[in-house]
């Protein structure tokens, strides 16, 4: 710490600022502002009350300053990152450890190694800049779930998303004074090109401290990599979480609609773009990315931390999501990035259903039909990974239950992963300790371009949540498999595969049938129909997926695709089961059970 305070900053501060800062009777804060402004040498800076003017004054300052370029519509805005920052960055990504310790999966760097790269990079990048200073709530405010957080950034950009995506808890802090606890988020994008894209990408660094709850993230502005709130509190939440005996989750929370007026609510993680988000649309939306699960009077209850979606574009046209793309069609406050600017202030997506221009502007600037890349792949008109970001506000599904302090009793858990060969489509856990190990610690999901890399590989990643976590996963999944104990009666555990083939490469399931196995695990939860036992799990009977396939689609189904999509693939599955034992086997603290649940699943596939 340079050891000057707020005071002796009061000139860059300015004097509405300094006494928004004052309000906030929490010495914490005041010197950890006091340190960042030291070191990033902001020209002056902005404290958000979250007031409607403050909110005002982001969103006009991300227009002026061509962070962000008003479209056609009211209220409708697009942001551009680079082309080499539109996913999230995970070799520029660490876990900060004391004393260099290393964790199995995850990148971890030392701690004071980290914090001096990092200090070195934030030098002074702030200057002829202005500092902004927003305070959030992950999760409803004033509720046992609820988490705060502040976050110090340099973008209207990002402060404008974060406006949109999460509560904003500048009361709360006040309120708190002294006793508020809260997460801290630094973020830079650095310097800027003609387009404002982050310049520096090879100086692009996300450090997470879990000792001092701090995420540090500069020379980058995509989303996933920026927004403290999202994926970058995550690992900070996953933290507490496992100190705290809860479960911080990369899962949406909907409620499902089932007979007789009843709503059912149901969490669900998959990796991205792997039919998370329309999933989550079948239901009546609490939120599409995040979950915290606690366990209140013994039962299992959860909010979303997020107000807001930041979600995925590609493909979202109205037949397969009409509640998106109405969304996405009318006025009101929305963020696209990286999709196709049209002279007319229009915009334009892979996958919107509309015969694609034949030029615009993209995160590659002018862009042509035919434009390609400098290793000659064509560049298409929108990045797979462009994104739009909006209010939960904005979903004419969203349920009343949004906001509840409470939060709401989850029946049931769903993990999902893209698999064109070994799961079946749709499959229920013995039990919550079969169900974490098989369904969930052994999830596996053939890559997508939501993360830089290459797309198609197959990947471990438990719980869909690998890329985030921050503890050692033999830690983790003892903390799930506690949690269930806890639980007076856990939810059922289920594993869903949109993405099974045949021999020739063809889906097996049309893209709908996803609304069949909700409305089957909806009743299953209410243990209404009756399930065929197999090595690996309970299975739908025929005949109630027949009839559910009429009442939900009005279609007929077959007992040829029964057949096809429910085989139990065994020798693929015993493949599956020497992949994950390996890999657990070689952490030293896995719980034994994991083991022992994995043979006897092993076994009973033999038998
Ligand atoms: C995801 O990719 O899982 C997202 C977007 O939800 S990001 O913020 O990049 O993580
Ligand atoms: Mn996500």
Not at 353 to 377: F, H, L, M
Not at 486 to 494: G, R
Not at 576 to 585: A, E, F, N, P, V
Request: hydrophobic share 35%.
């Amino acid at each position: 710490a340079s050891g000057r305070g707020l005071s002796d900053l009061r000139s860059i501060i300015g004097d509405e600022s300094y006494n928004r800062l004052m309000a906030i009777r929490n010495s914490r804060l005041h010197s950890f502002l006091a340190w960042v402004i030291s070191v990033c040498e902001p020209a002056s800076v902005f404290v958000s009350t979250g007031s409607p003017e403050d909110n005002d004054y982001i969103r006009r300052k991300a227009i002026e300053s061509g962070e962000e370029i008003p479209l056609r519509l009211k209220g409708h805005t697009i942001h551009f990152d680079s082309p080499l920052d539109q996913a999230r960055a995970r070799d520029d990504t660490a876990i900060l450890l004391p004393n260099n310790q290393k964790l199995p999966f995850i990148r971890t760097k030392d701690r004071d190694e980290g914090i001096k790269e990092m200090l070195t990079l934030l030098k002074g990048i702030m200057r002829g800049r202005e500092m902004l200073v927003g305070f959030y709530s992950l999760g409803p405010k004033a509720s046992p779930f609820s988490i705060l957080a502040v976050q110090v950034t340099d973008s209207y950009y990002v402060m404008h998303s974060e406006n949109i995506l999460y509560r904003q808890a500048y009361d709360e802090f006040i309120r708190q004074g002294e006793e508020a606890r809260f997460l801290k988020f630094i973020h830079s994008q650095g310097e800027l090109n003609e387009m404002k894209q982050s310049k520096n990408i090879k100086q692009r660094r996300i450090f997470i401290d879990l000792t001092d709850e701090t995420v540090y993230s500069v020379n980058t502005q995509y989303g996933g990599n920026s927004i403290g709130l999202k994926k970058l509190a995550l690992r900070l939440t996953i933290k507490r979480a496992m100190e705290e005996g809860w479960l911080s989750e990369h899962m949406f929370l909907i409620g499902v609609n089932g007979p007789g007026g009843r709503v059912t609510y149901f969490t669900g993680a998959f990796p991205s773009m792997s039919g998370k988000t329309s999933t989550a649309m079948l239901g009546r939306l609490i939120g599409d990315d995040l979950a915290y699960l606690r366990i209140i009077n013994g039962e299992v209850r959860a909010v979303n931390p997020e107000a807001g979606v930041f979600g995925i574009i590609e493909g979202i046209n109205p037949v397969d999501d009409p509640l998106i793309y109405e969304v996405l069609s009318k006025p009101g406050e929305l963020i696209f990035s990286n999709v196709l600017m049209l002279e007319n202030g229009d915009v334009y997506w892979n996958g919107k259903g509309e015969p694609e221009p034949s030029s615009g502007i993209n995160y590659t600037g002018k862009w042509w039909r035919g434009k390609v890349d400098d290793k000659g792949n064509p560049i298409p008109p929108s990045h797979p990974n462009a994104r739009f970001t909006v209010s939960l506000k904005a979903f004419s599904n969203l349920d009343p239950a949004y906001d509840d302090p409470k939060g709401v009793v989850v029946k049931g858990i769903i993990f999902g992963g893209r698999d064109s060969d070994t799961l079946v489509p749709l499959l229920e856990s013995f039990n919550w300790e079969h169900g974490v190990v098989t369904i969930a610690a052994s999830l596996e999901s053939e890559r997508t371009a939501a993360v830089i890399g290459k797309a198609g590989e197959r990947e471990f990643n438990p719980m869909a949540n690998l890329d985030f976590l921050s503890v050692d996963l033999g830690v983790y999944i003892s903390n799930y498999l506690r949690f269930g104990k806890e639980a007076s009666n856990p939810p059922k555990i289920f594993g869903v595969n949109y993405f099974l083939r045949d021999e020739q490469g063809r889906f097996l399931n049309s893209k709908e049938d996803k609304k069949v196995w909700l409305a089957w695990m909806e009743r299953r939860v209410h243990g209404e129909l009756d399930v065929v036992e197999t090595p690996i799990g309970l299975i739908p009977r025929y005949n109630d997926l027949k009839g559910l396939f009429r009442e939900v689609l009005g279609k007929e189904y077959s007992l040829e695709n029964y057949e096809k999509q429910f085989a139990v693939r065994v020798s693929k599955l015993i493949e599956k089961i020497d992949r994950i034992m390996k890999i657990y086997s070689e952490i030293p603290t896995t719980p034994k059970i994991l083991f022992n649940i994995l043979s006897e699943q092993r076994q009973r596939l033999l038998e």
